[in-house]
């Protein structure tokens, strides 16, 4: 499936989560993780952020697999709670028993989301962590970084992941004759389309461009505003 951007319709995101909303959706990719007092790793992961419109919270869950034998190894899930003057909650629960309740800022303009743990629970070791996402190119990144009883603050895991698109639809006729409202079924989709920057800039409706790359091809992402 075609990496891209999936844009929600503003009907189906509740106000305070509309600047965050570009996150909702899946995220697939890999990562790597390291400590000084462990032996480096690599993952494969998927990455959920979801909302129920009529609440001002997304729901956030995470998978992680051995990239080579697709073992499953670590899960978390939780919520994250944005505020109107750019900060936000987090809680979130790891498989391994230990919970983080996290404050921090979002800026959307930038892309980046920064958490700091104000508490992490039933933890007899890890004594601090701090989370940093950021949206650049349709991909996610995030850094984590922990501090223990026996270590500082130091990174221990990256990671870059894809979103997954909700449908990918190759348009092959002449772009200029697509209206708005035959252009409707795209407001929830990913299109790719096999078209110079000038000739989407001729349709018939109002447009937001988004220019991605892959290891073989440069192609636009759109949706309809």
Same mark, same amino acid.
């Given at each position: 499936?075609?990496?891209?951007?999936?844009?929600? *319709?503003?009907?189906? @995101?509740?106000?305070?989560v509309k600047p965050l909303s570009d996150l909702i959706g899946t995220w697939k990719g890999e990562g790597e993780g390291f400590f000084p007092t462990i032996s480096s790793f690599n993952y494969s992961e998927e990455l959920q952020f979801t909302h129920s419109p009529n609440k001002p919270v997304?729901?956030?869950s995470q998978k992680t697999w051995n990239l080579k034998s697709g073992q499953p190894m670590h899960s978390e899930s939780g919520y994250w709670r944005p505020k109107p003057d750019g900060t936000i909650e987090v809680v979130?629960?790891? *498989? /391994?028993?230990?919970?983080?309740v996290q404050k921090g800022t979002y800026d959307?303009?930038?892309? @980046? @989301?920064?958490?700091k743990s104000e508490l992490v629970g039933n933890a007899s070791?890890?004594?601090?962590? /701090?989370?940093v996402f950021k949206v650049e190119n349709c991909e996610l990144s995030y850094a984590v970084e922990m501090a223990t009883s026996l270590t500082d603050l130091q990174p221990h895991?990256?990671? *870059?992941?894809k979103k997954q698109a909700l449908g990918c639809h190759l348009i092959t006729g002449d772009i200029t004759t697509y209206t708005t409202s035959q252009a409707h079924f795209l407001t929830n989709v990913c299109v790719c389309l096999h078209?110079?920057?000038s000739m989407i800039l001729n349709v018939n409706c109002k447009i937001k461009l988004y220019f991605c790359n892959n290891t073989r091809f440069r192609f636009p992402i759109f949706h309809l505003l």
């Open positions: 499936m075609a990496a891209g951007t999936e844009k929600l *319709s503003e009907k189906m @995101v509740h106000p305070a997304i729901a956030y979130i629960a790891q *498989s /391994t028993g230990l919970v983080e959307m303009k930038e892309g @980046v @989301v920064k958490l070791k890890v004594k601090e962590i /701090t989370r895991l990256t990671a *870059s992941l078209f110079t920057r």
